[in-house]
């Protein structure tokens, strides 16, 4: 039996962190996935997941998600059921994530996409032979091809093939 899935999509709101009785954290929040193809009116549909995190993970991503970033989240599909106020049995299906990635920076400024890593990648210094604007733009984690199609300074010797 196999029950994974993984979604990308935006934050609908902040996340609700809660805490059990016995004082386990969890947090929950909806994220809305884009279909990949358009109605017949030419709009863009999505659904609207709701995502379950526990423990360690619910507070890192209750401190650290909000409305309408972009994350990648990883887990498994649950149904639960209920009886709601009225006397009637509700279902809930939710996915229960172990694993959840910022997709964007806390740092983003306004709604749109095109966010960098929420992780920085080394600097390392030093250049190798590369020009130094090359390595500018990687300590910033920008485009390494922003250089508008000029060629790369790479010796044969750099080359792992």
Same mark, same amino acid.
């Given at each position: 039996m196999l029950n994974r899935v993984i979604l990308i999509?935006?934050? =609908?709101?902040?996340? *609700?962190?809660?805490?059990?009785?016995?004082?386990?954290? &969890?947090?929950?929040? =909806?994220? #809305?996935?884009?279909?990949?193809? =358009?109605?017949?009116?030419?709009?863009?549909?999505?659904?609207?997941?709701?995502?379950?995190?526990?423990?360690? +993970?619910?507070?890192?991503?209750?401190?650290? +998600?909000?409305?309408?970033? +972009?994350?990648?989240? *990883?887990?498994?599909?649950?149904?639960?059921?209920?009886?709601?106020? *009225?006397?009637?049995? &509700?279902?809930?299906?939710? &996915?229960? #994530?172990?694993? &959840?990635?910022?997709l964007e920076s806390a740092n983003r400024e306004g709604g749109g996409g095109g966010g960098q890593p929420m992780r920085e990648e080394p600097s390392y210094g030093g250049g190798g032979g590369r020009a130094s604007n090359n390595n500018a733009a990687r300590s910033n984690n920008q485009d390494p091809f922003s250089d508008d199609g000029k060629p790369i300074d790479i010796s044969d010797d750099d080359l792992p093939f």
């Open positions: 999509g935006r934050l =609908t709101r902040d996340p *609700e962190l809660r805490y059990t009785p016995a004082g386990v954290a &969890v947090t929950q929040f =909806t994220l #809305a996935v884009d279909r990949p193809f =358009t109605s017949q009116g030419g709009e863009r549909e999505a659904d609207f997941i709701p995502v379950v995190t526990w423990r360690q +993970l619910a507070e890192t991503c209750a401190n650290y +998600l909000r409305k309408g970033r +972009l994350a990648a989240v *990883e887990g498994r599909i649950q149904v639960r059921n209920y009886e709601n106020n *009225e006397g009637k049995r &509700v279902y809930v299906t939710e &996915v229960i #994530a172990d694993n &959840v990635r910022f």
